[in-house]
């Protein structure tokens, strides 16, 4: 039964993960309430995330919907923008991280209501001097902290006018990048229970692909009214932390 529970919040958080980010949500939490530990739910969590992430970006790549000189470069600065963050997150407060959290993704929902953050049909993403630094930021703050950044990843390539599945597609590229570092050190200092990791791993697997699916079919409306629903729980539910860490 509680497996069937571990397969079930993979496949629902990473639906919501693909779509709009903030998958987290939903994963951590019902974990933690099951008793799992924290650095076991986090572990799990990052594995299944870079499993799940790289099977999405994976079939848009193979549809010819994502080209590899894109991938390439968000790859490149997520990478070094987690990194960085990991490194970084030691010398910080968990109180300053849940802060800048919601600084972040506040800044993000008003700009969402200002107009710029709609997603348009350039087919393709290049990065430049202005993106660049701010999906490094993106990197960055996932490594250092975490809940929200695909969701700030999305409003980035909204802005730059790319169409919503590409921007799902370079989104989860981010994401495999960003998981990949902390996967590989949670494994290495054995703070995995792999049966645990194994059954949310496939839910997740499957959810993402059931995330690309709806990808498909929503519209551009919708995508925007779905990424403020997330962006507003997230930043209650940090709120809600950075409180209670008094």
């Not at 990048?177 to 792999?194: D, F, L, N, Q, V």
Request: proline residues 2%.
């Amino acid at each position: 039964m509680e497996y069937l529970l571990f397969l079930l919040i993979g496949i629902i958080g990473n639906v919501i993960g693909t779509l709009v980010g903030g998958g987290g949500l939903i994963t951590l939490p019902t974990m933690m309430l099951m008793g799992v530990p924290v650095h076991s739910a986090i572990g799990a969590n990052k594995v299944s995330n870079m499993v799940s992430a790289f099977s999405s970006f994976y079939t848009i790549y193979q549809r010819k919907e994502l080209a590899w000189n894109e991938m390439r470069s968000v790859l490149l600065v997520s990478l070094i923008g987690g990194t960085l963050g990991g490194l970084f997150a030691s010398f910080m407060s968990s109180k300053s991280l849940t802060f800048i959290a919601i600084i972040l993704l506040g800044f993000a929902l008003v700009m969402s209501f200002m107009g710029g953050a709609d997603f348009g049909d350039k087919e393709r993403f290049t990065m430049n001097r202005k993106n660049g630094p701010i999906l490094l930021g993106v990197g960055f703050y996932d490594g250092m902290f975490g809940p929200g950044s695909s969701t700030l990843a999305l409003y980035t390539y909204a802005h730059e006018k790319i169409s919503y599945i590409k921007a799902v597609g370079l989104s989860r590229v981010g994401v495999f990048a960003m998981c990949s570092g902390a996967a590989i050190t949670y494994i290495a200092t054995g703070k995995i229970e792999w049966p645990l990791t194994l059954i949310l791993m496939i839910g997740s697997t499957i959810g993402a692909q059931i995330g690309l699916v709806l990808a498909r079919k929503v519209k551009a409306h919708q995508v925007k009214l779905l990424l403020r629903i997330v962006t507003i729980v997230l930043i209650i539910q940090l709120v809600y932390d950075f409180i209670h860490q008094f």
